[in-house]
């Protein structure tokens, strides 16, 4: 007989990152998210702007919502986030907000990352500061990026080719 799996970081992370493949499926830049308690999976989604018509549409706030309406509690103690993509300063809010206990999150977000890159968030003067680790499956998620924005910057051309359209074209 087989023994079940162990649901471990890797094993939501892999969750998350399926929740990425669909949000670039759908257009949307692929960022998933998936939030558990213990080994309970309480909510998963991804990035959803574009089609909710909504700025804070991320994969993050989608799937704290989502829990957060489950638990009917906006604070949500002892859940694990699980992210591909290291948050902006809004999902780090909101994650401080629900009282998260641990972010887990993939890769880094140089431009708009609020954990360790350019918008780096006052964490230390925060009332609540989640546990974090950073790098899990970070290849697997920043390939995904790559790969989401190279098809993004290609065009047909005349005879119907994908080419690469040059740097500041619209």
């Given amino acids: 007989m087989k023994k079940p799996a162990v649901k471990d970081d890797v094993y939501f992370m892999r969750l998350a990152l399926a929740e990425a493949r669909k949000a670039a499926e759908r257009g949307e830049v692929p960022v998933g998210a998936v939030l558990v308690a213990g080994s309970e999976l309480l909510a998963r989604g991804h990035n959803r702007p574009l089609a909710a018509a909504d700025p804070t549409a991320h994969a993050e706030i989608v799937v704290l919502r989502r829990a957060a309406r489950k638990a009917g509690n906006y604070r949500l103690p002892g859940s694990i986030l699980y992210v591909t993509v290291e948050p902006c300063p809004m999902c780090l809010g909101a994650i401080i907000q629900a009282r998260v ?23 230390a003067a925060a009332n609540h500061r989640p546990e974090i680790r950073a790098g899990l ?16 910057r290609l065009k047909k051309n005349k005879r119907g080719e994908l080419v690469a359209k040059p740097r500041g074209f619209k």
């Avoid at 206990?101 to 964490?123: C, I």
């Fill in 101 to 123: 206990k641990k972010l887990v999150y993939a890769t880094e977000d140089p431009k708009a990352g609020a954990v360790v890159s350019g918008l780096k968030f006052n964490l």
């Fill in 137 to 152: 499956c970070r290849e697997e998620a920043g390939q995904l990026l790559k790969d989401f924005f190279k098809k993004r």
